[in-house]
Every structure is written in C-alpha cells, then in structure tokens.
C-alpha cells in the first residue's frame, strides 16, 4: 500500500505540484499536443497512467488514481485553510 501511496504522490507532482516540472510542461507546451497533452496537467489521469506504467496492473493503477484525487483534493482544502479563500 505504501507503494501505491507513493506513486499516487509521483502523479500529483508531476501533474500540479512541483514547480521544476510545471515550467518545464509550460515552456514545451504539452497542453498544446493532441490528445495526451491535457492529460499531464490532470490528476486523476496521470496518477492513473504513472500507475499503471509502474505496476502493470490495472487494478492498483486505479487505486492511485483514487490516492492521487484524494491527495489533490486534500491540497488544496489545506491552501484555503491556509490563504483564507
């Protein structure tokens, strides 16, 4: 389980968190690349497809997916609690 707990923090990162990565997807532009660009900027789809990349399996590739959103989900109720918006 603590496996899947760190794939799903891997996908968020790449997805949303960490800085280094966002300007580096912002300066290719991966948003702009049909069909899989938009999938590097969501959650659930790239803790989906980093798991299922890592584990081979579709079933704990959904079971990120779910950690991924939860984790995302939990962010960002701490940064309004934080900021106060």
């Not at 991966?30 to 659930?44: A, D, E, N, S, T």
Request: net charge positive; with cysteine.
């Amino acid at each position: 389980m603590i496996e899947l707990i760190s794939i799903a923090i891997l996908g968020f990162f790449i997805a949303e968190w960490f800085s280094p990565i966002q300007l580096i997807k912002d300066k290719l532009k991966l948003f702009m690349i049909p069909y899989i660009g938009k999938h590097f900027y969501c959650v659930k789809c790239c803790c989906f497809w980093t798991g299922l990349i890592i584990t081979h399996s579709l079933y704990s590739a959904l079971l990120v997916s779910i950690l991924g959103y939860t984790i995302s989900y939990l962010m960002d109720l701490m940064d309004k609690h934080r900021y106060g918006n």
